[in-house]
């Protein structure tokens, strides 16, 4: 049996999508359960269009909380966890079950990803990142090279076994996770385009500040214990890793809204600056350096 929850807190604009992407998997799914945590724009309204899809609804008590209730609800052998503004493309589950069943010490399968927009529209090309490594050194020192939850299918007996998500982790939940599973278990990897991540202006992960800090917990817990330098040296470099993406995500938008939105501008500049003043000077520095080079240039 294969089961996907849907999770949703205020995004039932996009809910018909995402369950349509579950109906129309090349494996019929025996369980599609939706978990509302706490919204109010009525996801209910969407779901009792279809007979076949669980609704259970909660109190708001964040990503991980809910995910766990769908993961306690679930009878199926392999499950997979869907934000209600994301999409799975038709042959993700199918892909993800393979790969599991050709490979029976691994906890999870995940996939390639690619971007969309608000309306839908494809915005990348797709996106995955291959084992090189160890998983767990990898995902230390590299971040969360899996990056879109919905192109992981896990074993629903050994995920729950573990513990399922951190309730305590109000954002890197999956970060957390991947960790934990591949410090005791197997991981494994394909690189067919399973599911599209929606970009608009209410994704959680916009809140860069929250996201580093996070990002950075977890890899402390990570050093809870003896650990081996191995880990010690991956998780320093991991730090590293995550303060200069965040930084330099925000320092860059910072610089394009400058104009257009001075205020908001100087705001971001001041977050990054606290997160990290030599990545953010840095980044800025070298774009200013390359938006010069352009105008500069002869036509």
Known sequence: MIAVVITTYNHTRFLEEAIQSC???SRPMDEIIVVDDGSTDNPASVVERHPGVRLIRQDNCGLAAARNTGL???RSDYITFLDADDRLLPNAIETGVRMLVAHPDAVLAYG???FINGSGAIESDKH???LTEDPYLQLLRTGNFIAMHATVVYRRERLA???GFDVSMRSCEDYELFLRIARRGSIVTHDDLVAEYRIHGDNMSNNRSMMLAAALSVLDKQLAGPVDDDVRLAVRDGR???KTYYTGELTTEALRAIRAEP???IRMLRQALQMSPPITLQTAAFRIKRKASVVNSPV
């Open 72 to 74: 306690a609800a679930s």
């Open 112 to 114: 390639a990803h690619r």
């Open 263 to 265: 205020a908001k501008a």
């Open 23 to 25: 109906l129309r998997q």
């Open 161 to 163: 076994a573990i513990g």
């Open 128 to 130: 995955h990142v291959a």
């Open 240 to 242: 590293r890793f995550w």
